[in-house]
């Protein structure tokens, strides 16, 4: 087999091979014969046809057999003996096949860029910090309450913050009503931010069957371009006062809501869950900056296959969370659907280079996955699940994903070992 490589850009390579003749005719020979000994052909007995028959007639099949079985063998023959390790399946640009004759194919794969590593030591990093104060915890306990509270009606006094209020309303800008400016009994939980600030205020001190005119200011931001910065008047009924109350923090709250069994452990739980998030922002956050840095210090062409791959995980990632909130994307006209596909463009190729620089940095460092590694894995999987652990590994083995999960590893090893190497500063 002769074999000439090409290099057309920074990741892909263009392989020319030549299969010998004689190579080629052994191929050949041996699918004509074992057709020969499987065919069944008029006026002989199954294979019992004459060979010169079988190729007449099986030509056409000893092709596409070619194509399909030896080319792909031939291939990989090809990219062992020049030390190509592909990373997507090659595109075949030119084949020719003729029996008696050589066989000669062009593919085009795609291959790991080479770059020379920069320094990846010392960065300087700034992460925020991950302590949790009592007030901290306190104030998750209130969001916790408020997002659990019960709404009851009021009569007898007027709209005070933190109230949910029933309204109708009428904006008119100019003297003419707008789009999205009206709509009936439409529930706002005041002081909340949900509407504009002058809209807020406007309610506070309303009471139920009252009607009010007041001027809205609308902020030179707003999203609706026709109304930034433009001043509006609106007209509001009010309906109903419902006034927002909280359950007790007590042992009863913690053992119904929180499957704690009083307000102590509950307290525990709530410091470590924040000091979790926390401490996965700061993650988060060093390694955006990192990615920043190491982007930017190496130069090199990502592999468009595998940028294709990280585009179409992000998409199905926010498809899915649209699909979640009732959004079906696939309903979506034509054009918008390109867009929404087009924004995760940028970032799936920072994601490629990031995830080539990091295993460079692995490579270099001797940084693997170990047994051991994975079995902590396997650990927190079985927790999370609430599945036994060789469940969990069975789950795994029938999907083939270990080797897609030891990689994973391995990345975030890498990204610790970085880190733990860094120069970093607590804002």
Not at 129 to 153: N, Y
Not at 192 to 220: C, I, Q, R, S, Y
Not at 277 to 289: F, K
Not at 332 to 342: A, L, N, T
Request: glycine share 6%; hydrophobic share 35%; proline share 5%.
């Amino acid at each position: 087999m002769k074999v000439k490589v090409y290099p057309t850009s920074g990741c892909t390579r263009e392989l020319r091979v030549e299969v010998e003749a004689e190579t080629v005719a052994a191929e050949v020979d041996g699918l004509y014969h074992k057709i020969s000994h499987e065919a069944s052909l008029p006026g002989f007995r199954k294979g019992k046809a004459p060979l010169e028959i079988v190729r007449r007639k099986y030509k056409d099949t000893v092709r596409e057999e070619i194509l399909r079985d030896a080319l792909p063998r031939f291939f990989r023959e090809a990219v062992q003996s020049e030390k190509i390790a592909p990373i997507a399946q090659p595109r075949v640009t030119e084949f020719t096949f003729e029996e008696g004759a050589p066989m000669r194919f062009v593919a085009v794969v795609e291959v790991r860029p080479e770059f020379e590593l920069k320094d990846y030591k010392g960065l300087k990093l700034t992460g925020p910090k991950t302590e949790v104060t009592e007030a901290d915890v306190d104030q998750a306990l209130l969001e916790i309450r408020e997002q659990s509270a019960s709404f009851v009606p009021m009569e007898g006094r007027p709209v005070k913050m933190d109230d949910m209020v029933l309204v109708d309303f009428e904006g008119r800008v100019d003297g003419t009503p707008f789009e999205g400016g009206k709509a009936t009994r439409y529930p706002i939980a005041v002081g909340k931010g949900n509407v504009l600030k002058d809209f807020e205020d406007a309610l506070v001190g309303m009471n139920v069957g009252e009607k009010k005119t007041f001027p809205v200011k609308f902020p030179a931001d707003y999203p609706q371009e026709k109304l930034a910065g433009k001043g509006a008047e609106f007209t509001v009924h009010l309906h109903e006062i419902k006034e927002r109350i909280l359950p007790n923090l007590d042992d009863q709250l913690a053992k119904d809501v929180f499957k704690c069994e009083s307000v102590a452990d509950l307290r525990v739980k709530m410091a470590e869950d924040l000091k979790a998030r926390r401490e996965n922002d700061r993650r988060g956050r060093l390694t955006d900056q990192l990615a920043e840095q190491l982007i930017g210090a190496h130069s090199f062409d990502a592999p468009p296959s595998l940028i294709e791959m990280e585009l179409q995980r992000l998409v199905k990632q926010a498809a899915d969370r649209f699909q979640q909130q009732g959004v079906d994307l696939n309903k979506w006209p034509e054009d918008r659907q390109k867009d929404f596909i087009e924004q995760f463009r940028k970032p799936a190729e920072k994601n490629v280079r990031m995830s080539m620089i990091v295993d460079r940095i692995g490579e270099a460092e001797k940084i693997a996955c170990t047994d051991e590694d994975f079995d902590q894995h396997l650990d927190r999987l079985s927790k999370a699940l609430q599945q036994p652990k060789d469940a969990v590994r069975r789950f795994l083995d029938q999907r083939d994903q270990k080797h897609e999960i030891e990689d994973r590893i391995q990345y975030e090893k890498t990204l610790d070992f970085i880190l733990g190497q860094s120069k970093i500063e607590t804002a």
